[in-house]
């Protein structure tokens, strides 16, 4: 099921209708290229499903443009599921025919009467260190590092972008050409919630977030208000440099701290409300169309941990629960 998902994701994420093939995709992709998989079946069709044998054709007749291949032996002996269409699985294989002799023969119809014997095994050290190596190539390529330089803005570029209408900024890529946005700030578009495991790169993403917005905006388009709970220094680097966005670095904050930044933050919101009343208008945009005369930046409120404000029932989860409401709505 997993790599039936996958195909599915390959053929409509990557290959569109701009690539014919994985392969073509990757050429293009570089760092970010999409790995191969290969599926090893033995004694196929013993203890397949109808719903098993199903996933395998579609591996079979679909997998090999999205880089899945299929490494199978067929016991012909046996029976294979009601609805496998045995004809079409062939017809999308290379089928390897085992002789009494010892000897192997492609039954192809393009490179007909090739026959082959297989090599001996090696002794067991010899694939133990073989496993032993491929096994850290392996773990070193799973390591998908893309340079910053890829998003980040030229010299002339810097400080370049406004935010009236959204804010919007690449924080990575996706697919072979393409970079990935961070765009918030318009529609329903308000907010994010970032999720995963330890070691997953929640970290790397607001660093990659923080900085390349402080490189495409100025000062007077986007601002931060950045809260760590994770008892680190997270953001300490920050405020060593004296980054002009910053409005507020709180490293290693208690909740009574990050509550006052909340605090904080309403406040601007109701300060924000007036200077829009005044002018009639709805939202930033519309403020700025009116000419109003204060530059209002975008602000940016990232809490690394944030459920910290909820780990105790009290006074600080009750009040951070209300202004957390107010400013998200």
């Keep these: 099921g997993d790599l039936n998902d996958h195909i599915e994701k390959v053929i409509q994420m990557y290959l569109r209708n701009e690539f014919p093939n994985i392969t073509e995709y990757n050429r293009q992709a570089g760092q970010i ?17 109808e719903l098993a044998a199903k996933r395998l054709l579609s591996i079979a007749t679909s997998g090999a443009r999205c880089g899945v291949y299929l490494l199978m032996h067929w016991d012909r002996k046996k029976p294979v599921p009601q609805d496998f269409n045995a004809e079409q699985a062939r017809a999308h294989c290379l089928r390897v025919v085992g002789k009494k002799s010892g000897t192997f023969a492609l039954n192809d119809e393009l490179i007909p009467g090739v026959t082959f014997s297989l090599d001996q095994l090696p002794e067991d050290g010899l694939t133990r260190d073989l496993i032993h190596k491929l096994g850290a190539a392996s773990r070193d390529a799973e390591r998908v590092e893309v340079p910053f330089s890829d998003i980040a803005p030229a010299e002339d570029a810097l400080w370049s972008v406004e935010t009236t209408k959204e804010l919007r900024v690449p924080i990575g890529r996706t697919g072979a050409t393409k970079l990935q946005y961070l765009a918030i700030g318009r529609d329903t578009r308000q ?83 007036d200077l829009f009343r005044h002018l009639g208008v709805q939202d930033l945009p519309g403020y700025e ?38 400013i998200v709505r």
């Design 191 to 273: 907010h994010a919630l970032i999720a995963g495991k330890t070691g997953s790169g929640k970290s790397t993403l607001f660093h990659v977030m923080i900085t390349n917005l402080s490189l495409w905006c100025s000062p007077d388009e986007v601002e931060f208000y950045l809260v760590d709970f994770k008892k680190g220094v997270e953001f300490k680097c920050y405020a060593n440099a004296h980054l002009p966005h910053a409005r507020v670095i709180a490293i290693e904050s208690d909740r009574e701290f990050g509550l006052s930044v909340l605090q904080r933050l309403d406040e601007e919101l109701k300060r924000r409300g």
């Design 289 to 326: 169309k009116a000419g109003g005369k204060e530059a209002i930046p975008r602000t940016l409120l990232l809490i690394d941990e944030f459920q910290e404000f909820f780990v105790e029932d009290d006074r600080i989860a009750q009040n951070a629960n209300v202004l957390l409401d107010r």
């Design 33 to 49: 290229a999409e790995k191969y998989h290969f599926v090893v079946i033995a004694d196929f069709p013993s203890n397949f499903s």
